[in-house]
């Protein structure tokens, strides 16, 4: 059966913090890796990952996958009040059917 | 522009109600078109996804069905709600195949 886990479930943090949050996975046919934030509503695309080792940066944010070890990080860097969201981790299979982390609830108090 | 638009954003219905939720996009033609479902405190799941019109797979078995009328609307359905089917749904696309967008959801409490 294919799933994504994520770790950990929820974290609180100070602004200014660095956070890392992660993400494991088991499927077949995997085609990509997705991390998307969801604050209230709809969640909003962050990054697509298909390539081993290959940083993608989008201001504080990061990510990086390994598909030897079959993971992927989250890197958030001088956290702000506006990060608090949970973050979902998700993989294409096929044809953007994904399989979705249950997210982790990233909480940054200032 | 491409944009995707979900309605109702809240609903509150009564068990053994019908239900019709409904998404269009606009400015494509012939998407891949999706419904997941988020329960509380839990991830996305993949309820039905739609290649044409028509076309309807389903991921899960379920109470739920969907239909796709036109080329660029996806319905969701139900004859009559259980109290399990409560959550956020979501409809999405993918612009060119790539990256799945969601619409703002819809979320539903059955009573």
């Known amino acids: 059966e294919d799933k994504v886990v994520q770790s950990p479930l929820s974290l609180v943090v100070h602004e200014g913090d660095t956070v890392t949050l992660n993400c494991s996975y088991e499927?077949?046919?995997?085609?990509?890796l997705l991390w998307y934030k969801q604050e209230k509503k709809a969640p909003t695309f962050l990054f697509m990952l298909t390539s081993s080792g290959i940083e993608k940066k989008s201001g504080r944010l990061s990510s990086i996958l390994d598909k030897k070890e079959l993971f992927s990080i989250l890197n958030i860097t001088a956290t702000q009040t506006g990060d608090s969201a949970v973050y979902l981790c998700?993989?294409?299979?096929?044809?953007?059917?994904?399989?979705f982390g249950a997210g982790t609830i990233l909480r940054v108090k200032s | 522009s491409q944009t995707i638009h979900q309605w109702p954003a809240t609903l509150v219905q009564p068990v053994g109600s019908p239900l019709s939720l409904e998404c269009t996009v606009e400015g494509t033609s012939n998407p891949n078109l999706y419904w997941y479902r988020q329960a509380a405190g839990r991830g996305l799941q993949l309820l039905f996804y739609s290649v044409g019109i028509g076309q309807i797979s389903s991921e899960v078995p379920q109470n739920l069905s969907a239909s796709r009328p036109q080329d660029r609307q996806f319905i969701l359905s139900s004859k009559k709600l259980l109290l399990s089917d409560s959550g956020f749904y979501l409809c999405a696309w993918a612009p060119g195949g790539m990256t799945l967008h969601f619409g703002n959801g819809t979320r539903l409490t059955v009573t």
């Open positions: 499927v077949t046919n995997f085609r990509s």
């Open positions: 998700a993989v294409d299979r096929y044809g953007n059917k994904l399989v």
